[in-house]
Structures are given as structure tokens and as C-alpha cells.
């Protein structure tokens, strides 16, 4: 199985700054990532597919890059609504394996 | 509008079994993947099954795997996850979602709000 590791576990900003998140793969999965975000008590959310690609809806203040095993999620101008946990998801192959989580907190 | 509702959490004795279900409307679900994610309390998200266009492949997580059935009856627009003998670590809270693809990418968009299952004595 693939393994997705993030860093950091958690993180604290505050309104307007900018972040980046990063996930490693264990092995090669050229740009089968995606990310999600998701809020206490809710379903996730679909921010970024195929490692780059925004979806529908979403606020271009996110961004995602990488390719082959490092990618990064950035967030620019922080709002208070992006306050949440961020998940990796790589699709390339199965099982779908996630990141353990980013949980972004309000410094 | 594009809706995933699960429904059928509840508790169950360890041992047990329970089926949740999964409505689909605004889409066609007899033209999607399908698939399950669940999520233990204050923990990330697990995996668990997906099931292909007319059932033709059909995928376990290692840890549910000769336990847990996925199925999808297309007529009622509907997904299915039967889960038995069931254990205190299989307590979560259960996601149905539709896979999405472009190319030979694919993503869960959308998810359903999700079940509760809680495995306890």
C-alpha cells in the first residue's frame, strides 16, 4: 500500500497569512493527488485534484503543485473560514490511501 | 443538486451486524464508481470499500475485508455497505462518496453527511 505522510500534523496562523502544507508519497504517483478540506462535524470537501487542478467553487486562493512523490497544498491570505483539517488522497493506485491530517488553527 | 444521505448507523453489540445505505439524487448512479470512507472519532479518514459501474470490480480495505459487503441496487439510486461481525474498532463514522473521474485522474466528490456506527457492549 501506499503510504501519505503529512507535515506539519498541525499548524496555527493567523487571518491574511499564507501556508503550505506538504504530502509525501512512499513511491511514485506522478500527479494522482488530491486534497480535501474538512470542518468539525462535517463531511469533507474536494479543494484540489490531480495534484493542481481546483475544483469548482473554490476559492483561488488555494493552490496545489507536485508531482511524482512531494506535493504542497498553499493557502494565500488566510480566512477565517479555512480554519479546518486538510487531507492528502492519492489516486493512483488501490487501496486510496490519505494523509493523517493538517489541522489549521487560529494563532 | 448532486446529494449523497446515508442512513442505518445505530449501535451494535460487538459481533453484530448492521447494513447503512447511501440515497444518490441529482445524478445518474448507475454511471459512477461508488465508494466508502469511514472515520473513527477524533481520528482521520480510513478507506474502507469501492464498488465499479455495474459492479464489476469490487475492493476491501484490509482491515474489513471478509466482513463488509458493498453493493448498489442502481434502480433505487442507492449504495450499500454490509458490515458484519463487527468490532469495537470498526466504531466510526461512515462516508458514502462518489467517485469522480477525468482522464485517468479520479476524486470523492461529493460526500454524504454521514452515519454514525458505534460497536459497543
Known amino acids: 500500500d501506499i503510504q501519505m505522510t503529512q507535515s506539519p500534523s498541525s499548524l496555527s496562523a493567523s487571518v491574511g497569512d499564507r501556508v503550505t502544507i506538504t504530502c509525501r508519497a512512499s513511491?511514485?504517483?506522478?500527479?494522482?493527488l488530491n486534497w480535501y478540506q474538512q470542518k468539525p462535524g462535517k463531511a469533507p470537501k474536494l479543494l484540489i485534484y490531480?495534484?493542481?487542478s481546483l475544483q469548482s467553487g473554490v476559492p483561488s486562493r488555494f493552490s496545489g503543485s507536485g508531482s511524482g512523490t512531494d506535493f504542497t497544498l498553499s493557502i494565500s491570505g488566510l480566512q477565517p473560514e479555512d480554519f479546518a483539517t486538510y487531507y492528502c488522497q492519492q489516486s493512483h493506485s488501490s487501496p486510496r490511501t490519505f494523509g493523517q491530517g493538517t489541522k489549521l488553527e487560529i494563532k | 443538486e448532486v446529494q449523497l444521505v446515508e442512513s442505518g448507523g445505530g449501535l451494535v453489540k460487538p459481533g453484530g451486524s448492521l447494513r447503512i445505505s447511501c440515497a444518490a439524487s441529482g445524478f445518474t448512479l448507475s454511471t459512477y464508481k461508488m465508494t466508502w470512507v469511514r472515520q473513527a472519532p477524533g481520528k482521520g479518514l480510513e478507506w474502507v470499500s469501492s464498488?465499479?459501474?455495474?459492479?464489476?470490480?469490487?475492493y476491501y480495505a484490509k482491515s474489513v475485508k471478509g466482513r463488509f459487503t458493498i453493493s448498489r441496487d442502481d434502480a433505487k439510486n442507492s449504495l450499500y455497505l454490509q458490515m458484519n461481525s463487527l468490532r469495537v474498532e470498526d466504531t466510526a463514522v461512515y462516508y458514502c462518496a462518489r467517485m469522480t473521474a477525468r482522464g485517468p485522474h479520479n476524486w470523492f466528490d461529493p460526500w454524504g453527511q454521514g452515519t454514525l456506527v458505534t460497536v459497543s457492549s
Open positions: 464498488i465499479s459501474i455495474s459492479t464489476t470490480y469490487i
Open positions: 490531480a495534484a493542481s
Open positions: 513511491q511514485s504517483i506522478s500527479g494522482y
